[in-house]
């Protein structure tokens, strides 16, 4: 959903380094792959195609928080 964001924190031998992938149009969400030592974040479409990719090595990686898009209260919630 537009507005779904991750940052990822990296080590980097001389400190750390933030990056940051947003779902920048309506329709578009934020998917997290981990695997194989990998982790991948990408912005897709509503059909699944990637329009933008980032990939870090899990060895390096020192966070990963996933900030959901705010959504409406439901009917009967408050």
Excluded: N, Q
Excluded at 33 to 53: C, L, N, S
Excluded at 60 to 66: D, G
């Amino acid at each position: 959903m537009k507005g779904d964001r991750v940052e990822i924190v990296v080590d980097t031998h001389d400190g750390s380094r933030t990056y940051e992938i947003v779902a920048t149009r309506a329709g578009r969400r934020v998917e997290v792959t981990i695997g194989r030592g990998v982790v991948e974040v990408a912005e897709v479409t509503r059909t699944g195609t990637p329009v933008r990719t980032a990939r870090f090595m899990a060895s390096r990686l020192l966070a990963l928080v996933e900030h959901p898009a705010p959504r409406p209260p439901e009917p009967g919630e408050e």
